[in-house]
T-cell receptor, first 111, second 111 residues
């Protein structure tokens, strides 16, 4: 059983472009969480999704950020019109009901 | 792979007592973070301690870091039933784009 898979591991985007980050949860897991980490800071919760539903998006910026977890396929975190401040490591985690397992993250660099 | 290793794996105490959890790690770190996870939910960042700090406080939480022993402890004073959760430590290898978590300590606080 593969762990939580995130891709790409590194993503470079120019200001104004779109960034798409993918997260494939562990097999059988129906809950996905996205977190953002800035240098020297802890993980900050962004959004919690179950299949086809957004349960809690209280940590998501109101504009330019969106997330989905379709019935089939990975969860996608989408950032439109990226700015330098979006540069960070983005982690997703999946769970069934108990402990969450984390992916290795995607490092987004906006140039 | 997971670098932080918490002990004990499970801890059960009465309300009002103090709870101490320990975390060990293997390689050099920039900082170490403690998180709480309530069952079925995402992680909540509790406290971050940098490698040049030895102790840090936040409310009822006290974290120590001993880089010579590669270990950290989290003390929760005057515990409450609401403190019941799993507690994880994570070593931040941000520059390597790799957040590593231990398996966690399950704390149960009985009213």
């Amino acid at each position: 059983n593969a762990g939580v898979m995130q891709n790409p591991r590194h993503l470079v985007r120019r200001r104004g472009q779109e960034a798409r980050l993918r997260c494939s949860p562990m097999k059988g897991h129906s809950h996905v969480y996205w977190y953002r980490q800035l240098p020297e800071e802890g993980l900050k919760f962004m959004v919690y999704l179950q299949k086809e539903n957004i349960i809690d998006e209280s940590g998501m910026p109101k504009e330019r950020f969106s997330a989905e977890f379709p019935k089939e396929g990975p969860s996608i975190l989408r950032i439109q019109q990226v700015v330098r401040g979006d540069s960070a490591a983005y982690f997703c985690a999946s769970s069934l009901q108990g402990d969450a397992f984390f992916g290795q993250g995607t490092r987004l660099t906006v140039v | 792979s997971q670098q932080g290793e918490e002990d004990p794996q499970a801890l059960s105490i009465q309300e009002g007592e103090n709870a101490t959890m320990n975390c060990s790690y293997k390689t050099s770190i920039n900082n170490l973070q403690w998180y709480r996870q309530n069952s079925g939910r995402g992680l909540v960042h509790l406290i971050l301690i940098r490698s040049n700090e030895r102790e840090k406080h936040s409310g009822r939480l006290r974290v120590t870091l001993d880089t010579s022993k590669k270990s950290s402890s989290l003390l929760i004073t005057a515990s409450r039933a609401a403190d019941t959760a799993s507690y994880f430590c994570a070593t931040d290898l941000y520059n390597n784009n790799d957040m590593r978590f231990g398996a966690g300590t399950r704390l149960t606080v009985k009213p």
